[in-house]
């Protein structure tokens, strides 16, 4: 079984400088359990750079398309952050579960189809399927399309 950094540079993805909470809060926490560690991150949104790779809502000023693509980002970001209090990436065994929160309008319900980019995303790097909410809300923060929160198994 390969890595994840290995699979990461496979599927032509890096792992971004871990993003600057707009809040109060960590960006992710580790959890002694008896299967290793627990790594839950607090919702990630699609930032690059420190500016968002979109705004809205999606089925009004963002496409699915992008909203997917924006989902990506989330997941990256997510990948990031717990691979910071984890010890690395390759620390990382599992994705165990994965929250999707959708800014969309109310007649939008393609939610799931914009999880997928988060999914989509762990699905190159990590063996094992993980289970999944997608959930449309009227806003999050900053304005942002999506927001991911990730919960990891890693290696004590």
Not at 58 to 65: I, K, M, N, R
Not at 86 to 91: T, V
Request: glycine content about 8%.
């Amino acid at each position: 079984m390969s890595q994840v950094s290995d699979r990461l540079i496979e599927a032509g993805l890096s792992l971004p400088p871990v993003a600057t909470p707009v809040a109060a809060y960590t960006p992710a926490i580790a959890i002694k359990s008896e299967g290793g560690l627990v790594v839950r991150t607090s919702g990630q949104i699609p930032v690059v750079d420190g500016n968002l790779v979109a705004t809205g809502l999606v089925g009004a000023e963002v496409s699915p398309q992008d909203a997917y693509q924006a989902a990506q980002v989330c997941a990256l970001n997510a990948l990031a952050a717990a691979a910071e209090v984890a010890g690395g990436l390759d620390q990382l065994e599992r994705v165990l579960k994965v929250t999707v929160f959708v800014a969309s309008t109310p007649t939008f319900t393609g939610q799931a189809a914009v999880a997928n980019g988060a999914s989509d995303t762990f699905g190159k790097l990590f063996d094992q399927p993980h289970i999944r909410s997608a959930v449309g809300v009227a806003s999050l923060p900053l304005g942002a399309p999506c927001e991911v929160e990730v919960e990891f198994l890693a290696r004590a």
